[in-house]
């Protein structure tokens, strides 16, 4: 019986790759380095996920360093919301998806890979975006690459 493979050598430089220590979120906000970054606002700040649920998977967080939702003062959530719906007409105009899931894993129990800076997940769909390969081979498809998004979205 033939064995089928499925390659993904791009994934080799992660793994081979030391962790880094420290959080994302604060390091991408004040990097010079603009890879992942979309844009900054005075409270925010809007970036790619370097390993995306789907194209165009978004991060949003806050620029202060918090871990709950609770801890973000009034201007900080308003800003946090107009931030969120400017990657989703970002997107809209990018990609043109047909939904959204919008979400927050607050500890890692929930799900959060990041537990100390709270963010917004930001997953564009379409429909029959779901197949085989998820399940089967706990794989998925991302069909554009994180530059070619991201020079894209920094277009909007």
Sequence with gaps: MKKNRLWAP???NYIRSSKEKGCIFCKA???K???LLIFKTS???CMLNLYPYNNGHILVSPLRHLRRLSQLKDIEIVDLFRVLERAQSMLDKVLKPDGYNIGVNVSQSAGAGITGHIHIHIV???KGDTNF???IYNTKIISQSLNELHK???KC
Excluded: N, Q
Aim: a positive charge.
């Design 10 to 12: 791009w994934r080799i």
């Design 29 to 31: 906000a004040k990097s």
């Design 33 to 35: 380095r603009k890879d």
């Design 43 to 45: 409270h925010s700040i």
């Design 124 to 126: 564009p769909r379409w």
């Design 133 to 135: 390969m998820p399940v």
């Design 152 to 154: 894209e979205l920094k």
